[in-house]
């Protein structure tokens, strides 16, 4: 084999963050940490993404060197960032693969309330779409299925608390 070809790789991701619509960040997860170590350098990154894109009618960005693909859905917006080399469907299949299982998994309520009061499943499906920074599925019917996770099921809903501790009190009462 040629030792000038390329070494055959995994397609990888760098970063996949979700930003409220002033730019706030909700979500990150970084997977290469020489790529920006220090938290200031990964929110001064995420403010010019946002400041490129926020306004932009396009699905694909270059900044930094880097290949980042984005989407936004009433206040939040979605970005998957990978090198400049990478393949952009890739990316793309990601970020659809994320944003349609997140649009499942909260009802079709995909904002920022509703985003931020279901976070343990937002992260349950980022880690089963992307591990390492190794995309491992884009199938949302997959990850659903693998996650199994529903907003109505979330274990610390007011509803479940406030029956949880109905049941408790009545335990409590019978002994």
């Known amino acids: 084999m040629d030792s000038t070809s390329p070494e055959p790789s995994l397609y990888t991701v760098k970063a996949v963050f979700i930003l409220d619509n002033d730019g706030n960040r909700l979500l990150s997860k970084y997977?290469?940490?020489?790529?920006?170590?220090s938290m200031k350098e990964q929110k001064t990154f995420e403010s010019n993404i946002f400041n490129k894109t926020h306004k932009a009618d396009n699905e694909i960005a270059f900044l930094e060197g880097m290949t980042i693909v984005y989407k936004s859905s009433i206040d939040l917006f979605f970005y998957v960032a990978g090198s400049a080399q990478e393949n952009e469907l890739m990316l793309m299949s990601v970020l659809n693969c994320l944003f349609e299982s997140l649009s499942q998994i909260l009802r079709k309520n995909v904002e920022r309330r509703c985003l931020l009061d279901n976070m343990e499943g937002v992260l349950l499906v980022v880690d089963e779409i992307i591990d390492g920074g190794v995309i491992l599925e884009s199938d949302p019917q997959q990850?659903?299925?693998k996650v199994n996770y529903r907003a109505?099921?979330?274990p610390l809903s007011e509803h479940s608390v406030a029956q949880h501790i109905t049941e408790k009190l009545a335990l409590t009462t019978n002994i």
């Open 31 to 37: 997977y290469d940490p020489e790529l920006y170590p």
């Open 152 to 154: 109505d099921d979330n």
């Open 143 to 145: 990850v659903l299925q």
